[in-house]
Every structure is written in structure tokens, then in C-alpha cells.
């Protein structure tokens, strides 16, 4: 479980209060207005970001002061952080050793997780060579290998068209499902948050809310998420 206690985070003159918990194994959305804070608060998270006040929990350990590496935390951007002088099997295998020194047994886990994520037959391929939805997969494979039970996606596949976007979401709820990891994804498309995630948090006015049903908040949203969806 993971627990923000009382938790103030600030951004330059931004803050953002957090005061609430997601179960093990829950895939929850973050949602709400651009500037509201969402970034801020998955900073929080990974350990980029000191908090002002208050503490992070995860299964009632504190976290508060870890530094991010240290944290049971892995984390997908838009971008992928892809290196673009490694191959595709080094970029995953950044997931299982930053030094690259992997043994037999880790370069085999490096090929199973690039075959989980459909990129077998790519492994000597540079990042520059590869399609928008096959770098994803490269990211996701890497991601798989870190092995951690919080995952947490910045907007992971916003470049992406749309049909490949639905199915590297299919994916990643896969891949949570098969780990039992939680899942926390920003994301800016209602419908994103509908096929992952059965709750959500809104992020508004300064505040993350308490995570709720993705189709209860949805259907009925409050003002500050109704201006953001467009449905005033
Ligand atoms: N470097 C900074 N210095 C000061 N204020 C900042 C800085 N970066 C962001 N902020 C402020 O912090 C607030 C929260 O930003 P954040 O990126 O967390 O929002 P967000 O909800 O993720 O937005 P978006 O959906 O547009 O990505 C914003 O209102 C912004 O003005």
C-alpha cells in the first residue's frame, strides 16, 4: 500500500497537499487541469521531490527520506529515456544493472522481458531505428526488469497514435496484472484513464484527492475537472 500522510509539496511558489492511500496492485489514474500539480506529486513519489510536510509510506515503511534509487519505485516518461548509442537489449538491461555487466543468467531475463514486450528478433537494434511504439516497448521491457512494485507513468504514450496507445496501455495493465504492481499514470485523455485504471485521483485547486472511481468521478465530475474536460 502506498500512503501519503498529510503531505505538502511544493513547486517554486505551487504547492499540493496529498492525504490518502492506494491498495497494493491498484491501477489508478491522475487526473485534472494542466499546472494542477500532477507532475509535482509523481515527483514526489520517486524521491525528485522533498516533501514540505508530512511523510510517504509504502507498506507502512517510510520512504519520506529515501533517495529515489532506494525507493520501490519505477518510473516510464514520454520519452522513454532511451539511450540512443545502446542497443535495444543494453537499454532494457539498464533496468537490471546500470553497468551493464550482466551475466548469462540477466542477459536471458534481458531477451524473456524484450520477448514479453514484442520486441524479439530487435535486440541489436539502436533506439534510432526503432518505430514510436516499439521505443515505448524498449522502455516498458526496461521498466519490467527494475522489478519494482510501484510503477509510475508521466503521460508515458501521449506521442503515440491512437490505436498504438490503446495497445501499449493494454500492455502495461498486462505487465501490473502479471507482477501485482501499482499503477499510477497521468494522463490527459479521459478515455486512457477509463481503459486502465478503475480509480482515479483529480488533482485540482492545490489538493490531490483521494482516489475514486475512474467512471463515477468521470461521469459526474466535479466543477474543476468539468471546465478541464470541456463539458461546462
Ligand atoms: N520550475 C518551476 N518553478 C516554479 N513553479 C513551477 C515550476 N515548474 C512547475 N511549476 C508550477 O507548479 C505547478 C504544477 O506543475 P505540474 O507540472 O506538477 O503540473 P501538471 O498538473 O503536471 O501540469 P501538466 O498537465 O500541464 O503537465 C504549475 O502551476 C507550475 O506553474
Not at 511558489?13 to 492525504?19: K, L, Q, S, W
Not at 510536510?53 to 517510510?62: A, F, P
Amino acid at each position: 500500500m502506498l500512503r501519503l500522510e498529510d503531505a505538502v509539496i511544493r513547486n517554486g511558489e505551487f504547492t499540493v497537499r496529498a492525504d490518502w492511500a492506494v491498495d497494493g496492485g491498484a491501477r489508478v489514474a491522475v487526473i485534472g487541469p494542466s499546472g494542477a500539480g500532477k507532475t509535482t506529486l509523481i515527483e514526489a513519489i520517486a524521491g525528485f521531490r522533498p516533501l514540505e510536510r508530512g511523510r510517504i509510506l509504502w507498506d507502512g515503511r517510510d520512504i519520506t527520506g529515501d533517495a529515489p534509487g532506494k525507493r520501490p519505485v519505477a518510473m516510464l516518461f514520454q520519452d522513454g529515456n532511451l539511450f540512443p548509442h545502446l542497443t535495444v537489449a543494453e537499454n532494457a538491461g539498464l533496468g537490471l544493472r546500470p553497468d551493464l555487466r550482466l551475466n548469462a543468467e540477466q542477459k536471458a531475463r534481458v531477451r524473456a522481458a524484450l520477448t514479453r514486450v514484442g520486441l524479439a528478433g530487435l535486440e541489436d537494434r539502436k533506439p534510432g531505428a526503432l518505430s514510436g511504439g516499439q521505443q515505448s516497448r524498449a522502455a516498458l521491457a526496461r521498466v519490467l526488469l527494475q522489478d519494482r512494485p510501484l510503477l509510475l507513468l508521466d503521460e508515458p504514450f501521449a506521442a503515440l497514435g491512437p490505436a498504438l496507445k490503446v495497445e501499449m496501455l493494454d500492455l502495461v495493465a498486462a505487465l501490473a496484472e502479471e507482477t501485482g504492481a501499482t499503477l499510477l499514470m497521468i494522463s490527459h485523455d479521459p478515455d486512457d484513464a477509463r481503459r486502465i485504471a478503475d480509480q482515479a485521483i483529480l488533482v485540482a485547486v492545490g489538493t490531490a484527492h483521494p482516489p475514486q472511481p475512474t467512471a463515477a468521478l468521470l461521469d459526474n465530475p466535479p466543477p474543476a475537472l468539468r471546465d478541464y474536460l470541456g463539458e461546462t
